[in-house]
Structure formats: structure tokens, C-alpha cells
């Protein structure tokens, strides 16, 4: 903090708490950024940093600590305030209506008026130059939705450009960018910064954060972690303090014995990929990991094989059975769970209880006759699922919904097991959940292989895959373009075959995955 | 969602309290109270249960997210179903059709078959064009001519020929069951008819004229028939008298007609459904345009003009319209239970174990909530969400066909008109969510009657009745209103306490 050439910093936060229900999201963290400055925070999923810009952005209000501009001391009751104050943030998904133009997306809230009508020769002249300054060669005329997302980035830059921010907060800007429109975003922040603007950037890509950053504050677990300057910064420094243990510990792999063949998949194709067919199999007490970029159809697969989305063609066999999959309830009696990867919306049932939700896929199952729902063996499956994955709640009639992500997460799971699927279906099983209870779904997953079920997850942290898998499968476009045993699962490996369609492998692709690997 | 539930009791208590004590003179005298009176209770209790199965079946839908807003429109429908199945005709019995009437031969060239006519028969032609109605003898039959021994007036090339049949006696009695002075009249026929209680007989004389009586029984031997008949006739008709016997017939018997028009309903729902969950139509425009569809059909099928359950109003239309008596006070006041309101509490019963005891209740609140998380727990949402539209139009069937046995006439562009806000705003006012996932079947119940107390009230405090939708109106918008304020206020407490924890 001492290196900042400016006497006072643009942006300074000292105590910063935080708490959700059920978790404690920020704990006495303290971050600086100066004029000219692009600050880094890094952290694993979890550790707090998306919460932390929301506060900086006015989205949400901190329990206590204090946020200083320019040396005044500001409290943000909404993202006006911090507009106001100077601070803009680019969101993780873009908060742009798409039905309109791009300049009414940059003026939208404080359109320019004249007689009592909107301005439009003012909208398009300054929204043109703030195109400019952010290289983006488009009218602004242009309908957002006729972008590309790159672009619309771009677009929701330029509107904090237009009102003048000092402080950009960007939340993982290029999760959803090509490699060239990743480039092009970082000409524009370097530009920017040229300009004097500071620069809060998240992301978990390591290698964007080295090439870019000045500084690097590293979150965890909700506090601060610790610090790097320009010259300390790598990938190994940034893992360390990031996850300040010993990894090969926290994936805990026992040797199990291969079982009969419990899935055989042969020649399915996916509606999403009509063109490609995939066959794989998975033996009971297996765990085999699904590895890939983002879009490479691991999710769509799994919807398949869960009967969410139909199949076009193929065979799929549980055991030694054919099943037709038509809808989820097959798919469920013949033994197949899902755990999905986005627990909200298709996990849970959010404003119910933790029983309720527990019960139900079982009440078909458990109902007596006439369809009369069976509330004791609800109530016997809830606490015994919940005490046997240490659900944490006062007790089983809370609301799912102030459960942290972790407890959310191991509630979809009792949901699961109750029904005592041969197959384990997850997708992104670890997926915004904190660090504990990441290590106690890890030793589930490998107590339920242990047990003789076939666990089949899809992740996209490389580290994962290859801390948890016997065997991995790794999929590009539609396309399972190979399988690694446990002894040649590497990153290098995985990275070769999920970009297989590159004769040489992206660097900062690499870097991609093994950041997320951490993260 | 008990709280709410306790709310809108307190509501209805609350609004009962102030009605009674507005409307009693003195107001601490409250068995002066109008709106106590029994027949005021009875009333109120027989609408509410009539609304409140609309309400308790717009709450599935409300619990799925949906709206159904065809139900006003399905009420009418119903009700017109109803009164068309049922619809009654008398058909003259010993009838053939005329295909010509010759006046200067006197016959009749008739299509039908005429064995049953004799030389000496009494008959009696109506239906002509230009012909009038009259009594003949018959001269002689042949194969498909009848000759009379009267003069035929007119030639003619239509109508119909009735066989009137001799009366051999009539009996005025005092009846040994009825208490009034009313004499029973009863009339023999030599000859066994096949009538029964509830045809009808028309009684006609050459020169003295016509009337029809109900039978209200019959009784039969071997040769011949004794018939009681419902009024006497008056003092002209003597056994000189013919008789021309008319078989009643209904289109359908009322279970049929019933289980009919619910089915039909059933349908509907079940369209509504599949429109919803296949066609992926929003629930809002299916039901619009089922309001605008079935008021149209409604319309066309009684070509605009009232249907009537007349025929029925001491029989069927008891279930709409009679009480369950309980008690007769000193004055020779009733106090009674309407029976749609123990339709109401049949419902309601089975309605709420649906709801809350099988696991198509529990599916129906998981996905009103998550539609998404229902479906990947293996629940099959699109048929769960056509049975909450079935659910819904199927008691509209079942309230349209109370409301018609009660208003017993019912004008098909106006009968059950806004109904569907009125079951709507009750399901709201119930605890119901539009966004889906909560819903209380006491809740809709209690909400539907706190709707009859206010429409009560507007008519016994002498509120212009012009106000009424603008009162009721704001009633649920202080409600719903005052229940969100609670909502935010419990939500930030808990907020509260879980961070002190």
C-alpha cells in the first residue's frame, strides 16, 4: 500500500462487515485503490468478493466499516449514491435492456430533456463519444440485442464512462468473452487507466490478472488474505494465499473396487449437438469427472440423461437395463439422480422447508393410497439424511432459503439419496459453496463410491476434476474428444483435449482453467 | 400463511360486528338487527357457499401462478347446459302426423299407423295451417285414410291427429292427506294408459273448451287408469270431457344432466390445461378468451333468451334454493341451512386434504413456487397444472349449476357476469399469492364471505348500490395492502434476529 506514488488513495475501505443469514460474507476486510491503479481481487468462489464490490457499488449496504472517497467519508444508500460518488459497476451479467438502443441503455435514468422530451440529438452525440472512448464502432442507435456480448460489455462501459466514474468495478468482465474480445477489454482498461481512471478488477483468470494488474488484494474464506505487488505476482503466490492449505489433502480419494456396469451411454445425441454422438459408460463405485470450456455440452448431457431434455437418438442402459427416457420420472426410476448445476432455480424449492424439499421426489414413491402423502416417512427421511450430511439448521422445518449455499446444496443432495439412485448425476457440484462444506461433499461423493454408486460429475475447476476423478472425461463442442485414467490426468492433458480444435493451446486458455482450478 | 388466515377472520368478524351494530335499533339491542335476521344469515350463507366454490376452484390455479378468468362465462355456460339438458316437453301420446286434409271428402291422409283408431273414436286435429283445430268421430280406417263423420272446413296439408279418449268418470273429493278445503279431483279412464305422476292431460270438450292439468298420480288396473290431477279443472268439465293423455319428457334425468355438465366443464378445464402446458399459452389469454367463447355459446345456444328450471323449481331447484331447517323460532321464523353450503363444506373438506394431505397438493405448491425444481424432482408439472385447470372449471360447472337452480331463469348475457373477480379477489383476499405456491382453502372460504358480509352491508346500510364495486374494490386493496405491509414487517425481524444470532 506504501508503493501508491499519490498521497491519498481514490478509494479507501477499512473494516468492512458483512453478513447474509446463515453465513458471514465479509469480515473486517480493508482494500485501497489509487488514481491510475488496477487493483485485482482475487479469491475462491465464496470468499467474498462479489459481495464486497456490491457494497462498493451501493447494491447492498455493509453492517459496519466505513468507505472513503477522494478522503471523504461516503455512505451509499444506492447505486446513485455511488455514482454519484464516482463509482460504477459493470456486473457479472450485463444489466442492460436489450430492447432498446444503445444509447438509451447509456442515458437510461438520466436522459437528457429538452422541453419535457428526451433529447435524442444530445443522447446520440454523447453516447457516440463515449463510444469512442471505449473503441466501440457501432450507432448508437444499434439495439443492444443486436450485439454480440463482448460488445454489450463494452456498452455498459461506456455508460460508466459517460458520467465520468473514477472508479470502475469490473466483476469478472471476460467470463463470457473470446480470447479477442478479451484482448480488446484489456486495451480498453489499460486505456482507461492511462486516462487516470482506477480500476477494481475480479476475475478468476490468472493470467489476465497478472498481465494486468499493478496490485492484488487476495479475499478468503471473507477476510483479507493478503497482498501482492507488480513484481510478486504468479500464479503459484496467488493459488498459495488463495487457498492457504495443502491441496492434495483437501480431495479426499479412497481406493475403491470396480463394480458391475452401471450406465452405458451409446450413441446419444443431445439436442443441442444433433451432430454428435457420445458414448461413455460408468461402473458402480466409480467417480468419473466431466471436464471441458464452458459451452462444450457437459450440462446438456447430463439434462439428457436426467430425461430434462429429450434425447434424439441413442441407447441409454442403467444396469443391465434399456431405459427409454422420456421425462425425469424415468429417469428416477430407474435409478438416475441429478443434482444441477444451478441449485435455485432447479434444485430447490426456495420458500420451502428443508423437509419439504428433502420429500420431494420421494412422495410419489412413499404415497399411500389415493395419493395420501406419507408425512412420516417425510419426516424420518429428512432427519436422517440431514444428520447424515450435517445439514446445518436449528432444525428441519427452516426455510431453505436462508440456508448458506453449502447447507443449500447438501439439502438437493439428502433429496437425492433418499432415493438411493445407482447413479449420481452433479453438475458443478461445488459451485459457489464455501470451503467446508466443499470438503464435506468431496468425502460424500467418495463415500457414496465407496457404497457401489456410479458418481458421474461435471465441473469446471480442473483441480476438482483431477483431485476427485478414478477416470475423466473431457468434452469440446458436443464432442467427448477423450478419456484420462486417474494416472494421466493432468491440466496440460485436460487442456489439450478440450480445446482439441487448436493445434497449439491459448495460453491464457490454459491459464483460464487452472484458475478457475483455485477458485 | 396461518397469520394471514387469522386476518382475514378478524376481517370478517370485525365487518360482522360493525353490520350488526349498524343496523340494530337501538344498536345495543342487537336482536333488532337486520342483518341478523334469518333470512338474511340464510341468505348470506347460501352465496357464499355458491362463491365460494368458485373461489376454492380458482385457488388451484392461483397456486400454480395461473388466473382462470373464463369462470363467470363457464358458470353461465353451465348453467344454460343445465337447463337444456333438463328441458322438459309433453308429447301428446296415440299421435300421427296429417300429410293431407281433404274438406270435401272429410278425411284425413295421415303417415303414421292407425291401428289403434276404431269406427266411433274421438279425435283431435291440431297443427294446421289453415285448417282449424277440432274434435272428430271417426267414420271409418283404412289403410292410411281416416274418414270423420263432422265436416272438415279447410283443406290443409299439415298438422296432427291426437286420439281423445273417453272420460268414463270424474270425482271430486276431499283428499285424506291435505288438510286445505281444496276438493281432489280425479278422472277414470276405461282403458289402461301408461301415464304417471308429473305427464299431463288435456282435457277438451267440442263446444266448452280445453285445459291441461298436471297428473300428480296415477293408478292403473287391468282396464282401466284413475288419474289425480294437480288442480281441479273447474266446474265445466264434466265426464263428458275427452281426454288426451301427454306423456312428459325430459331430455335427460338430472344425474345424467348433472354429471354432464361437469364433465363438459372437466373439458374445458382439461382445454385451458393443455393450451397452457403444451402449447405454452399464457394462462391469462387462454381464459380471456374462453370468458369472450363460452358467453358467445352461452348466447347462440338459447338464441339470447332466458333458459328456465321452472319445470323443476319444487324438485331441483330445492338444492340451489331450499335450507335444511333447524329451527322454528316462537314468531314462526325458520332458521336453516342452505344446501349449497353443505356443497360448500364438501369441497372445501376435500379440497383442503387435496391440498395439503396427497402428493398432488404438495406438487401443485412445489411448483407454483419452482416450476424448474418440481420438474427436476421428477414431478410432471404439465399434468399437474392441467388438473388445477380441470379442478378450477369443474367446480365453476358445479357453482354455475347452484346459482342456476337458485336464480332458476337464467339470462345467458348477463347470468355470472364478473363472477370470476369475485372468485379471484376472494382467493386473494384469502391468502393466495398470484405469483403461486400459497393458498389456504379456509382462506378462500372465509375471503368469499367477507365479499358477501361487505355486498350485505352495502344493502342494509342504504349505501347507494351504485358504490358497491368501487367499496369491494377498495376493501381488497387495503387488505392485500396491509398484508404486504405485515409480510415486510415479519421478514425484516427476521432479518433482524438471524443477524443478532
Not at chain 1, 438509451?104 to 433529447?119: H, K, S, T, V, Y
Not at chain 1, 463405485?285 to 462444450?296: H, N, P, S, T
Not at chain 2, 401462478?65 to 353461465?76: K, R, T
Not at chain 2, 303417415?111 to 282449424?132: F, N, P, V
Request: proline content about 3%; hydrophobic content about 40%; aromatic content about 6%.
Amino acid at each position: 500500500m506504501s508503493d501508491s506514488t499519490n498521497d491519498r488513495p481514490r478509494l479507501q475501505v477499512s473494516s468492512i462487515c458483512k453478513s447474509f443469514p446463515g453465513v458471514r460474507a465479509l469480515r473486517n476486510v480493508d482494500l485501497q485503490v489509487g488514481p491510475a491503479e488496477v487493483l485485482s481481487v482475487v479469491g475462491e468462489n465464496g470468499a467474498g468478493k462479489s459481495t464486497l464490490m456490491k457494497i462498493l457499488a451501493g447494491v447492498q449496504a455493509q453492517d459496519s466499516g466505513s468507505i472513503n472517497v477522494d478522503g471523504k467519508p461516503q455512505s451509499f444508500r444506492n447505486v446513485r449514491d455511488a455514482m454519484a460518488s464516482g463509482i460504477a459497476l459493470i456486473h457479472q451479467e450485463l444489466n442492460l435492456a436489450d430492447n432498446l438502443s444503445i444509447g438509451a441503455n447509456i442515458f437510461l435514468g438520466r436522459e437528457p430533456l429538452r422541453r419535457g422530451m428526451i433529447d435524442e440529438a444530445a443522447v446520440h452525440k454523447k453516447s457516440a463519444e463515449a463510444l469512442e472512448k471505449v473503441g466501440l464502432d457501432v450507432s448508437p442507435k444499434t439495439l443492444v440485442r443486436e450485439l454480440t456480448i463482448g460488445q454489450q460489455q463494452l456498452v455498459e462501459i461506456a455508460k460508466a464512462v459517460s458520467f465520468d466514474a473514477q472508479v470502475l468495478i469490473m466483476d469478472e468482465p471476460t467470463s463470457s468473452l473470446s480470447a479477442g474480445e478479451s484482448e480488446k477489454l484489456f486495451d480498453v482498461i489499460r486505456n482507461l487507466k492511462s486516462r487516470g481512471v482506477s480500476i477494481l478488477y475480479i476475475s478468476h483468470r490468472l493470467a489476465e490478472v497478472q498481465d494486468l494488474s499493478d496490485r492484488v488484494t487476495v479475499l478468503r474464506d471473507g477476510e483479507n488474505a493478503g497482498e501482492l505487488l507488480t513484481g510478486e505476482i504468479n500464479h503459484d503466490s496467488l493459488v498459495q494465499l488463495m487457498v492457504g492449505r495443502d491441496i492434495s489433502r483437501f480431495y479426499s480419494r479412497k481406493p475403491h473396487d470396480k463394480g458391475s456396469l452401471a450406465l452405458q451411454v451409446h450413441d446419444l445425441v443431445t439436442s443441442t449437438w444433433p451432430a454428435e454422438k457420445l458414448n461413455f459408460h460408468i461402473c458402480a463405485g466409480e467417480i468419473v469427472g466431466i471436464a471441458g470450456l464452458v459451452g462444450a455440452g457437459r450440462t446438456e448431457m447430463l439434462r439428457t440423461l436426467f430425461g430434462v431434455d429429450r434425447p434424439l437418438a441413442g441407447r441409454i442402459s442403467v444396469g443391465e437395463k434399456t431405459i427409454s427416457l422420456q421425462s425425469p420420472q424415468d429417469a428416477i426410476e430407474a435409478g438416475v439422480a441429478l443434482v444441477p448445476e444451478d441449485r435455485k432455480h432447479e434444485g430447490l424449492v426456495l420458500e420451502m422447508s428443508i423437509r419439504q424439499n428433502i420429500g420431494l421426489a420421494g412422495h410419489r414413491r412413499n404415497a399411500g393410497l389415493g395419493g395420501f402423502l406419507n408425512f412420516q416417512q417425510e419426516t424420518t427421511d429428512s432427519s436422517e439424511y440431514s444428520r447424515k450430511l450435517k445439514v446445518k439448521a436449528p432444525h428441519d422445518q427452516h426455510l431453505v432459503s436462508t440456508l448458506s449455499g453449502g447447507n443449500q446444496q447438501k439439502v438437493v443432495l439428502a433429496k437425492w439419496l433418499s432415493m438411493n439412485p445407482k447413479v449420481l448425476l452433479l453438475d458443478e457440484p461445488t459451485r459457489g459453496i464455501d470451503v467446508g462444506a466443499k470438503q464435506e461433499i468431496y468425502q460424500l461423493m467418495d463415500e457414496l463410491a465407496g457404497a457401489g454408486m456410479a458418481v458421474l460429475f461435471v465441473s469446471s475447476e480442473l483441480e476438482e476434476v483431477i483431485g476427485m476423478s478414478d477416470r475423466a472425461i473431457v468434452m469440446h463442442e458436443g464432442r467427448i474428444t477423450g478419456e484420462l485414467s486417474r494416472e494421466k490426468l493432468t491440466e496440460e492433458a485436460i487442456m489439450q483435449l478440450a480445446t482439441t480444435h487448436h493445434h497449439s493451446i491459448n495460453k491464457a486458455d490454459v491459464s483460464t482453467l487452472s484458475g478457475k482450478a483455485n477458485s | 400463511m396461518k397469520g394471514k388466515v387469522l386476518g382475514i377472520f378478524g376481517l370478517l368478524v370485525a365487518l360482522c360486528v360493525f353490520v350488526t351494530l349498524m343496523t340494530a335499533d337501538p344498536w345495543y339491542h342487537i336482536g333488532s338487527s337486520t342483518f341478523l335476521q334469518t333470512n338474511n344469515i340464510e341468505n348470506l350463507l347460501s352465496r357464499t357457499a355458491m362463491y365460494g366454490i368458485l373461489g376454492i376452484g380458482v385457488a388451484f390455479v392461483i397456486i400454480t401462478s395461473g388466473i382462470d378468468l373464463s369462470i363467470g362465462s363457464l358458470v353461465c355456460l353451465s348453467g344454460i347446459l343445465l337447463a337444456l339438458f333438463l328441458h322438459v316437453e309433453y308429447q301428446p301420446q296415440f299421435v300421427t302426423q296429417v300429410s293431407q286434409v281433404d274438406s270435401i271428402k272429410s278425411t284425413f291422409e295421415v303417415s303414421g299407423d292407425l291401428q289403434r283408431l276404431k269406427e266411433g273414436d274421438r279425435i283431435r286435429y291440431t297443427g294446421g295451417r289453415r285448417a282449424d283445430s277440432g274434435l272428430f268421430t271417426v267414420k271409418f280406417v283404412s289403410d292410411k285414410t281416416i274418414a270423420v263423420t263432422e265436416i272438415i272446413p279447410r283443406d290443409d296439408t299439415q298438422g296432427q291427429i291426437a286420439l281423445a279418449i273417453p272420460i268414463s268418470k270424474i270425482e271430486r273429493s276431499k283428499a285424506a292427506d291435505s288438510d286445505d278445503d281444496e276438493n281432489q279431483f280425479s278422472l277414470v279412464i276405461a282403458e289402461k294408459l301408461d301415464l304417471n305422476a308429473g305427464d299431463k292431460v288435456t282435457l277438451v270438450h267440442p263446444v266448452s273448451g280445453l285445459k291441461t292439468e298436471t297428473i300428480t298420480k296415477a293408478s292403473q288396473t287391468a282396464d282401466s287408469t284413475e288419474l289425480i290431477l294437480a288442480n281441479d279443472p273447474g266446474d265445466r268439465v264434466t265426464s263428458e270431457w275427452l281426454a288426451l293423455p301427454q306423456k312428459r319428457h325430459q331430455r335427460m334425468s338430472a344425474p345424467v344432466a348433472i354429471l354432464a355438465v361437469l364433465f363438459i366443464c372437466g373439458l374445458l378445464g382439461l382445454i385451458h390445461g393443455l393450451l397452457v402446458t403444451r402449447a405454452g399459452l399464457q394462462p391469462f389469454v387462454v381464459t380471456l378468451s374462453g370468458l369472450l367463447i363460452y358467453r358467445g355459446l352461452s348466447r347462440w345456444l338459447t338464441d339470447d333468451n332466458p333458459a328456465g328450471l321452472g319445470e323443476y323449481s319444487d324438485s331441483l331447484c330445492q338444492i340451489g334454493s331450499g335450507n335444511l331447517n333447524l329451527l322454528t323460532t316462537a314468531g314462526g321464523n325458520t332458521f336453516g341451512i342452505p344446501y349449497p353450503f353443505f356443497f360448500l363444506i364438501a369441497t372445501g373438506i376435500i379440497a383442503a386434504v387435496f391440498l395439503n394431505r396427497t402428493i398432488w397438493g404438495r406438487y401443485l405448491l412445489a411448483l407454483g413456487r419452482n416450476e424448474q425444481a418440481a420438474r427436476f424432482s421428477g414431478i410432471n408439472t404439465g399434468k399437474v397444472t392441467m388438473m388445477a385447470f380441470v379442478i378450477c372449471s369443474t367446480l365453476a360447472g358445479l357453482g354455475g349449476m347452484l346459482f342456476a337452480l337458485d336464480y332458476k331463469s337464467i339470462s345467458p348475457s348477463s347470468f355470472g357476469n364478473f363472477f370470476e373477480l369475485y372468485a379471484i379477489a376472494a382467493a386473494v383476499l384469502g391468502g393466495c399469492s398470484l405469483r403461486g405456491g400459497e393458498g389456504s382453502i379456509v382462506g378462500v372460504i372465509i375471503g368469499t364471505a367477507v365479499m358477501q358480509v361487505l355486498n350485505n352491508l352495502i344493502l342494509l346500510l342504504k349505501i347507494p348500490g351504485s358504490l358497491e364495486f368501487a367499496i369491494i374494490g377498495s376493501v381488497i386493496l387495503v387488505g392485500v395492502l396491509v398484508d404486504e405491509v405485515f409480510r415486510r414487517m415479519t421478514a425484516e425481524r427476521r432479518r433482524k434476529q438471524r443477524l443478532q444470532a
